[in-house]
């Protein structure tokens, strides 16, 4: 039992803590920044792919987004693929005159990754920009994402993702810092090598890389990512492109998506075991460490706890307390929600308390083979 408390308060601590200090100490001394283009080199073609589906409310917006971007005319296009939608999508997709905005639309609802297998062989393009519909890019951020493509090591490019903070939700700053977080230490390695962590909602790639992606796939960023690391190529965050996502923070629309994320991290584990090779080397340690321990972190969470009480001593007991006290908090947090939606405090650890609780559904539901589309 005691070796069961040591190895869980270690995966815990390098986890949460020493793998990212490892890997902005590396990024920091070690980093490689990548080729950066030569003066007037000529811009690359572009298409960029917004799979949709229902989402009128936004579509409009996201349209105009589009068109502000500081990109040439003539060398983009704006490819809005409908996904068996059944609200007015498409008549606002085909409202407007721009010749930029075209307009693919599928009968039935699919999901995102077949939307996106069937879209992409069709392009021509040079590189192949994904985003969400819900997404709002800055100005210059096709410009910025673009740039790291001048490096030939360079396979795929990451936009910096950002969460709407107009929600008034108690998690609003607790999302915001996460993303924060976490944007950081894909960057980081990115720096030092690759990350396998690319942005679903603002990422680029050329086009004649792409290899279709499994059928039923739930989240394609992630093994999108991978792939081009196994062929040797980096993925990279780009800070200069930016995506402000219109995502609701109310916890029930959190925990939803944070399910359906756990599932498709499952999903993505068994796609890339080759990926658990150790000869894989760095690809192997960022593997392991951002996204198998990550998923393992509520389960370790328990049995820490677990051992940490049937040990009786003093300090596997305040250790146990301190994480219950947590877990408490984070109940705490949301209820607070209801009453009081400026009052932050508690949010990371409600987020937190989310996130777990979202795991142990999302696995639950993987191991049961129950689907989700969108």
Same mark, same amino acid.
Request: aromatic residues 12%; positive net charge; contains cysteine.
């Given at each position: 039992?005691?070796?069961?408390?040591?190895?869980?308060?270690?995966?815990?601590?390098?986890?949460?803590?020493?793998?990212?200090?490892? =890997?902005?100490?590396?990024?920091?001394?070690?980093?490689?920044?990548?080729?950066?283009?030569?003066?007037?080199?000529?811009?690359?073609?572009? /298409?960029?792919?917004?799979?949709?589906?229902?989402?009128?409310?936004?579509?409009?917006?996201?349209?105009?987004?589009?068109?502000?971007?500081?990109?040439? !005319?003539?060398?983009?296009?704006?490819?809005?693929?409908?996904?068996?939608?059944?609200?007015?999508?498409?008549?606002?997709?085909?409202?407007? !005159?721009?010749?930029?905005?075209?307009?693919?639309?599928?009968?039935?609802?699919?999901?995102?990754?077949?939307?996106?297998?069937?879209?992409?062989?069709?392009?021509?393009?040079?590189?192949?920009?994904?985003?969400?519909?819900?997404?709002?890019?800055?100005?210059?951020?096709?410009?910025?994402?673009?740039?790291?493509?001048?490096?030939?090591?360079?396979?795929?490019? !990451?936009?910096?993702?950002?969460?709407?903070?107009?929600?008034? /939700?108690?998690?609003?700053?607790?999302?915001?810092?996460?993303?924060?977080?976490? =944007?950081?230490?894909?960057?980081?390695?990115?720096?030092?090598?690759?990350?396998?962590?690319?942005?679903?909602?603002?990422?680029?790639?050329?086009?004649?890389?792409?290899?279709?992606?499994?059928?039923?796939?739930?989240?394609?960023?992630?093994?999108? /990512?991978?792939?081009?690391?196994?062929?040797?190529?980096?993925?990279?965050?780009?800070?200069?492109?930016?995506?402000?996502?219109?995502?609701?923070?109310?916890?029930?629309?959190?925990?939803?998506?944070?399910?359906?994320?756990?599932?498709?991290?499952?999903?993505?584990?068994?796609?890339?075991?080759?990926?658990?090779?150790?000869?894989?080397?760095?690809?192997?340690?960022?593997?392991? /460490?951002?996204?198998?321990?990550?998923?393992?972190?509520?389960?370790?969470?328990?049995?820490?706890?677990?051992?940490? =009480?049937?040990?009786?001593?003093?300090?596997?007991?305040? =250790?146990?307390?301190?994480?219950?006290?947590?877990?408490?908090?984070?109940?705490?947090?949301?209820?607070?929600?209801?009453?009081?939606?400026?009052?932050?405090?508690?949010?990371?650890?409600?987020?937190?308390?989310?996130?777990?609780?979202?795991?142990?559904?999302?696995?639950?539901?993987?191991?049961?083979?129950?689907?989700?589309?969108?």
């Amino acid at each position: 039992m005691l070796a069961l408390f040591i190895i869980c308060g270690f995966v815990l601590g390098y986890t949460l803590g020493l793998y990212p200090l490892a =890997m902005w100490a590396l990024a920091r001394w070690r980093g490689r920044p990548w080729r950066v283009p030569a003066p007037g080199a000529a811009l690359p073609s572009i /298409s960029m792919i917004i799979p949709v589906y229902n989402e009128e409310k936004i579509l409009r917006e996201k349209i105009e987004n589009c068109l502000r971007l500081d990109y040439p !005319a003539d060398r983009i296009e704006f490819i809005f693929a409908l996904d068996g939608c059944t609200d007015s999508s498409e008549a606002i997709v085909t409202g407007g !005159a721009d010749p930029r905005v075209r307009l693919q639309a599928f009968a039935a609802n699919r999901g995102k990754v077949a939307i996106l297998n069937d879209v992409i062989p069709g392009v021509r393009s040079e590189l192949i920009v994904i985003s969400d519909a819900s997404g709002m890019i800055n100005p210059a951020g096709l410009r910025e994402l673009v740039a790291p493509f001048a490096d030939p090591e360079v396979g795929g490019a !990451a936009g910096v993702y950002r969460v709407s903070r107009e929600d008034r /939700s108690q998690l609003d700053s607790a999302e915001h810092s996460y993303h924060g977080f976490e =944007m950081k230490l894909r960057g980081w390695e990115g720096l030092v090598r690759t990350t396998l962590s690319g942005t679903g909602s603002l990422f680029a790639f050329r086009q004649a890389e792409f290899e279709p992606f499994p059928a039923g796939l739930i989240n394609e960023d992630y093994v999108l /990512s991978s792939r081009l690391a196994l062929r040797g190529r980096r993925v990279v965050y780009v800070p200069g492109a930016q995506l402000v996502d219109r995502l609701s923070t109310r916890p029930a629309a959190v925990f939803r998506r944070r399910v359906r994320i756990a599932y498709g991290n499952w999903q993505q584990i068994r796609y890339l075991r080759e990926l658990l090779n150790p000869a894989r080397g760095f690809l192997f340690w960022v593997f392991v /460490s951002h996204k198998l321990l990550r998923m393992l972190l509520p389960f370790v969470l328990v049995a820490f706890l677990v051992s940490s =009480m049937a040990l009786g001593s003093t300090v596997a007991w305040l =250790m146990g307390a301190g994480a219950l006290l947590l877990v408490a908090a984070g109940a705490l947090g949301l209820l607070l929600d209801r009453f009081f939606r400026n009052f932050n405090p508690l949010s990371v650890v409600a987020l937190v308390f989310i996130n777990f609780v979202a795991v142990f559904v999302g696995t639950g539901k993987y191991i049961a083979g129950r689907k989700a589309a969108w």
